[in-house]
């Protein structure tokens, strides 16, 4: 099992680049994408950060969790994480999904009702996926429209870098099934092994519909530290991880505020991930 760190905000660079080049054995370190920081100390943008903490780090992989696409528009994302995949020499996951009105993007920008972004999410996917790979691209969908644009050069990574999707609800389960490469069903949606196992069903259908089944892996959420929170219960932890063990999970990913970031990964590595190394 790889496991993935996340930080709920963005301020602390410097403790997150200590953390990360004293690196217990994290496979990614992922940074929320919200305008809303949850807490008095504000945050830096994410898509500026992490091109910052790829020419500081090496060796891990590095993404937003999640970016919105109905929130930042599909072409300069293509852009900017095209960019991103070179600076990191191949070390992006890009995480997508639709978009949460409760984390504040909609006192900064439209967003539309749940159905809408999601159609937005599926056809800006679409139109990422093809600037990542075609020479050029028109395209002519509801949302976006495109004539004849290039993304040059294109990403490292063959045939693309990896997109993990957090979306909960069944239709952006069945587009993770479409796109991802990566699946993280949120706390709402999978916080039990059976609810994890009815969510798998869900995404791997549509997979197979798109004849990509063998493509997708999953990942395990284990506990998120709240804001000014201490360390999540240890037997909490171990029980998640004990799940998503059951559940053939591919990653684990744990949650931690930059304060107290050293020492919880720390506490982390030694009680937790030293078992599944």
């Not at 259908?205 to 999953?218: E, L, T």
């Amino acid at each position: 099992m790889k496991f993935i760190l996340r930080t709920r905000t963005t301020r602390g660079i410097e403790t997150i680049i200590k953390v990360l080049s004293d690196n217990p054995g994290f496979y990614a370190f992922m940074m929320n994408d919200y305008l809303n920081p949850r807490d008095q100390h504000g945050a830096l943008d994410t898509w500026s950060v992490l091109p910052y903490l790829a020419a500081k780090t090496e060796g891990i992989k590095l993404g937003p969790f999640v970016t919105p696409l109905p929130a930042r528009h599909p072409v300069l994302i293509a852009s900017a994480s095209t960019s991103l995949d070179h600076l990191s020499n191949g070390r992006l996951i890009l995480g997508i999904g639709a978009g949460n009105p409760t984390l504040a993007w909609d006192k900064f920008v439209r967003l539309e009702k749940d159905p809408v972004r999601v159609d937005q999410t599926d056809e800006g996917t679409e139109l990422l996926l093809r600037l990542w790979s075609e020479d050029k691209v028109t395209f002519n969908g509801k949302y976006y429209q495109t004539k004849e644009a290039s993304i040059i050069p294109k990403p490292v990574q063959k045939p693309h870098p990896p997109l993990l999707f957090g979306g909960g609800g069944d239709r952006m389960l069945r587009l993770a099934g479409k796109y991802a490469d990566i699946v993280s069903p949120p706390l709402f949606r999978a916080s039990t092994l059976e609810q994890y196992e009815q969510v798998k069903k869900i995404v791997l259908d549509a997979a197979n519909k798109a004849s990509r089944k063998d493509k997708i892996q999953f990942a395990y959420r284990g506990p998120e530290q709240a804001v000014g929170g201490s360390y999540p219960d240890s037997k909490v932890i171990a029980g998640k991880l004990e799940d998503a063990t059951k559940a053939g999970a591919s990653y684990f990913i744990i949650g931690f505020e930059v304060d107290g970031l050293s020492e919880s990964v720390t506490r982390f590595a030694d009680e937790a991930m030293s078992s599944y190394s």
